[in-house]
């Protein structure tokens, strides 16, 4: 099927010869990590994707000059252009024509942000460089992540990538549930059971809810109903979102109506936002909760022992429903993704691979990971001592040392960092023991199903259900529907345009178009 080029790439290919300009010239060959070691350091451009104006690259006058950049080069032997591009302005370096030798994304290759630039031809596919040049990092990437930057069965970037896509997981305040004498809850009744004895001990919120179900759908995702982007499913020969199940999205329903009915729940939840949310926790008002696993247990421990002392928080399974499944969904195996202008010689992308294959090496690790000895660490008797950043200031150079820097890595965590303490090493444990067996499957579509544009009270976003379709869980909850009506809700959903919607996505699942599944393989 031919694909029409945007305007933006229109102007691309016009002046194809100027794209990676700075690319052109005399080429160097390649040695060990991307380097020329007769030829002096291997030089090219890089752009690196943010989307905060503020940090500590963005206060830079001069990234090529910082002190981690010129660090990477001296480890690799290269000398890095270095530019951060802020993915809202990623369409004007299209238009303006002003492509690096390797562009950072946030974004799959067909997605917006691209601009319609891997169809145009603009980046080169990568997938005999990879076998060549990269082999450690070929095998080392997940299936789903090489898949998710591929285009036409072609691979065309080299992704940050996750290989545990379940990031989200429940909490408990284990010292809490001690004193209730139960064990650790396992399905949807256990669950329960273990919120009212929290509420005989005080507990002002057993399960701490937030508003559009956001961090609190523990419950739609033991009967696998989550409403969002990338949780469409196969029902009949059609393919639709899991709201559609109709029997377990009404007994997901009743299970919260009769959490807001007891008390288990805040009453004003449709309304808690974000900050009240975690107000609430860090103060030691919620018995349970869900949060990002990576970030979210070392600072909740430390927020509610300020509180209270003897408080215990980790990290368990999530409540089981009646088809055994639990959790929440799955992230995309991809976070960036790094595209080599087609533009640059064959000699610099061999050298460009290696460099992306030192990434992989255990002395990357290290130096993303910790720094310089001496600076940023030491070791005594063979045990690092890991100079944790005391501000924000540090925490944002850590993050650009080894979030930003580092690319080419699992972002799944960071091991080495992780295991220096036992709130690190508790984290790996949840992540390896609990969150690898849990999260739901699901179908995306990348780029976007184009119906969503046209009924934007339909379209879900990655972690919030579609407006129509949240007011009315709402209103159920609330007692102000009837749970039993939800398949008029269907019916309203289909006639107000879901019908559009499940048409392009049986369309596109069977034409395999664009299409990812998601899934905890």
């Given at each position: 099927?031919?694909?029409?080029?945007?305007?933006?790439?229109?102007?691309?290919?016009?002046?194809?010869?100027?794209?990676?300009?700075?690319?052109?010239?005399?080429?160097?060959?390649?040695?060990?990590?991307?380097?020329?070691?007769?030829?002096?350091p291997?030089?090219?451009?890089?752009?690196?994707?943010?989307?905060?104006?503020?940090?500590?690259?963005?206060?830079?006058?001069?990234?090529?000059?910082?002190?981690?950049?010129?660090?990477?080069?001296?480890?690799?032997?290269?000398?890095?252009?270095?530019?951060?591009?802020?993915?809202?302005?990623?369409?004007?370096?299209?238009?303006?024509?002003?492509?690096?030798?390797?562009?950072?994304?946030?974004?799959?290759?067909?997605?917006?942000?691209?601009?319609?630039?891997?169809?145009?031809?603009?980046?080169?596919?990568?997938?005999?460089?990879?076998?060549?040049?990269?082999?450690?990092?070929?095998?080392?990437?997940?299936?789903?992540?090489?898949?998710?930057?591929?285009?036409?069965?072609?691979?065309?970037?080299?992704?940050?990538?996750?290989?545990?896509?379940?990031?989200?997981?429940?909490?408990?305040?284990?010292?809490?549930l001690e004193?209730?004498?139960?064990?650790?809850?396992?399905?949807?009744?256990?669950?329960?059971?273990?919120?009212?004895?929290?509420?005989?001990?005080?507990?002002?919120?057993?399960?701490?809810?937030?508003?559009?179900?956001?961090?609190?759908?523990?419950?739609?995702?033991?009967?696998?109903?989550?409403?969002?982007?990338?949780?469409?499913?196969?029902?009949?020969?059609?393919?639709?979102?899991?709201?559609?199940?109709?029997?377990?999205?009404?007994?997901?329903?009743?299970?919260?109506?009769?959490?807001?009915?007891?008390?288990?729940?805040?009453?004003?939840?449709?309304?808690?936002?974000?900050?009240?949310?975690?107000?609430?926790?860090?103060?030691?008002?919620?018995?349970?909760?869900?949060?990002?696993?990576?970030?979210?247990?070392?600072?909740?421990?430390?927020?509610?022992?300020a509180?209270?002392?003897?408080?215990?928080?980790?990290?368990?399974a999530?409540?089981?429903?009646?088809?055994?499944?639990?959790?929440?969904?799955?992230?995309?195996?991809?976070?960036?993704?790094?595209y080599?202008?087609?533009?640059?010689?064959?000699?610099?992308?061999?050298?460009?691979?290696?460099?992306?294959e030192?990434?992989?090496?255990?002395?990357?690790?290290?130096?993303?990971?910790?720094?310089?000895?001496?600076?940023?660490?030491?070791?005594?008797?063979?045990k690092?001592?890991?100079?944790?950043?005391?501000?924000?200031?540090?925490?944002?150079?850590?993050?650009?040392?080894?979030?930003?820097?580092?690319?080419?890595?699992?972002?799944?965590?960071?091991?080495?960092?992780?295991?220096?303490?036992?709130?690190?090493q508790?984290?790996?444990?949840?992540?390896?023991?609990?969150?690898?067996?849990?999260?739901?499957?699901?179908?995306?579509?990348y780029?976007?199903?184009?119906?969503?544009?046209?009924?934007?009270?339909?379209?879900?976003?990655?972690?919030?259900?579609?407006?129509?379709?949240?007011?009315?869980?709402?209103k159920?909850?609330?007692?102000?529907?009837?749970?039993?009506?939800?398949?008029?809700?269907?019916?309203?959903?289909?006639?107000?345009?879901?019908?559009?919607?499940?048409?392009?996505?049986?369309?596109r699942?069977?034409?395999?178009?664009?299409v990812?599944?998601?899934?905890?393989?």
């Amino acid at each position: 099927m031919k694909k029409k080029v945007s305007l933006v790439m229109a102007a691309v290919l016009a002046a194809g010869s100027l794209a990676g300009c700075s690319s052109q010239g005399k080429e160097q060959a390649s040695g060990t990590n991307g380097t020329t070691a007769d030829k002096g350091p291997l030089k090219f451009s890089i752009s690196l994707p943010t989307t905060t104006g503020d940090g500590y690259a963005q206060r830079s006058p001069d990234l090529n000059k910082d002190k981690w950049v010129q660090r990477l080069n001296k480890l690799t032997n290269t000398e890095l252009d270095v530019r951060l591009i802020q993915r809202e302005k990623m369409s004007v370096l299209f238009a303006g024509n002003d492509i690096p030798d390797v562009l950072g994304s946030l974004d799959m290759p067909t997605g917006k942000d691209m601009s319609g630039s891997v169809e145009a031809g603009v980046f080169m596919p990568l997938d005999d460089l990879l076998k060549q040049y990269a082999p450690n990092l070929l095998q080392k990437v997940p299936k789903a992540a090489w898949d998710s930057v591929s285009y036409q069965g072609k691979i065309y970037a080299i992704p940050d990538y996750l290989t545990n896509p379940s990031r989200r997981g429940t909490y408990i305040r284990t010292d809490l549930l001690e004193k209730t004498g139960l064990p650790v809850p396992k399905t949807v009744d256990d669950f329960l059971n273990v919120m009212r004895a929290f509420k005989k001990l005080g507990v002002e919120n057993p399960y701490q809810m937030r508003e559009n179900f956001k961090y609190a759908d523990v419950i739609l995702g033991a009967f696998d109903v989550l409403p969002y982007k990338d949780q469409f499913e196969k029902q009949g020969d059609q393919i639709v979102p899991k709201f559609f199940d109709v029997e377990n999205t009404q007994k997901a329903l009743q299970t919260m109506k009769t959490m807001y009915d007891e008390g288990l729940i805040p009453k004003d939840f449709a309304t808690i936002s974000s900050t009240d949310y975690s107000k609430n926790i860090n103060a030691g008002k919620a018995g349970m909760s869900s949060a990002n696993v990576g970030t979210g247990l070392k600072d909740f421990r430390t927020s509610i022992k300020a509180v209270d002392p003897s408080a215990k928080v980790d990290v368990i399974a999530s409540p089981k429903g009646p088809e055994g499944k639990g959790g929440y969904f799955l992230y995309a195996p991809m976070v960036r993704a790094f595209y080599i202008n087609k533009n640059v010689g064959q000699d610099k992308a061999a050298g460009i691979m290696k460099f992306f294959e030192w990434m992989t090496t255990d002395e990357a690790a290290k130096f993303f990971s910790l720094g310089v000895e001496g600076e940023n660490y030491t070791v005594e008797n063979g045990k690092i001592n890991y100079k944790f950043p005391a501000n924000k200031e540090e925490t944002q150079e850590e993050g650009f040392r080894y979030g930003t820097l580092w690319m080419a890595q699992d972002a799944t965590y960071n091991k080495i960092q992780l295991g220096l303490n036992q709130d690190g090493q508790d984290i790996l444990k949840a992540f390896d023991t609990v969150l690898s067996k849990e999260g739901l499957p699901g179908i995306g579509f990348y780029p976007d199903l184009k119906a969503f544009a046209k009924y934007p009270d339909l379209t879900p976003l990655g972690d919030t259900g579609p407006k129509l379709i949240i007011d009315h869980m709402v209103k159920m909850i609330y007692g102000k529907e009837s749970i039993s009506d939800w398949p008029k809700v269907i019916e309203e959903y289909k006639s107000k345009g879901g019908n559009e919607i499940i048409k392009e996505a049986t369309e596109r699942y069977n034409k395999k178009d664009g299409v990812s599944i998601f899934n905890n393989q």
